[in-house]
């Protein structure tokens, strides 16, 4: 299955993810939904903030030029939210997904989608 199909098929075809990437740990973009605007150095940077919850904290979470709030982070996981839409990430073995959501969706559903690729390519070394 290419990158893109996971994009497409794993994260937006839910109805529940309204835009999506996978980048290398390089920041490297390997797929991203149509009209989404994230760039590698949005994505470096969260990459390098990853270990520091203070600067995502004091910083917030910048994904396709729009700045997140920053919520909670765990040592994969981290979370941010703007008004009724929010973003959810999770980093893999060698991949970080990103996933934007839109009211009506909660960040539980998001969640769910989003970790469940992310481990499911943990369980296969990605």
Same mark, same amino acid.
């Given at each position: 299955? /290419? ?37 590698? !150095?949005?994505?470096? /940077? ?5 270990? /520091?919850? !203070? ?18 982070? $765990? ?26 959501? !839109? ?8 969640? $769910? ?5 992310? !481990? ?7």
């Amino acid at each position: 299955m /290419s990158w893109q199909s996971y994009v497409d098929d794993q994260l937006i075809s839910t109805k529940v993810i309204k835009s999506a990437v996978i980048a290398g740990h390089d920041g490297n973009i390997w797929a991203s939904s149509a009209g989404f605007a994230v760039t590698a !150095e949005e994505l470096k /940077s969260l990459l390098g903030k990853y270990a /520091s919850t !203070e600067q995502l904290a004091m910083n917030g979470v910048m994904i396709g030029g729009v700045k997140y709030m920053f919520l909670s982070a $765990t040592d994969r996981v981290v979370r941010a939210k703007k008004g009724t839409s929010g973003v959810h990430c999770i980093k893999t073995v060698q991949a970080l997904i990103v996933c934007v959501y !839109e009211d009506p969706v909660v960040p539980e559903q998001a969640a $769910t989608v989003t970790e469940k690729l992310g !481990e499911y390519l943990i369980s296969v070394g990605y």
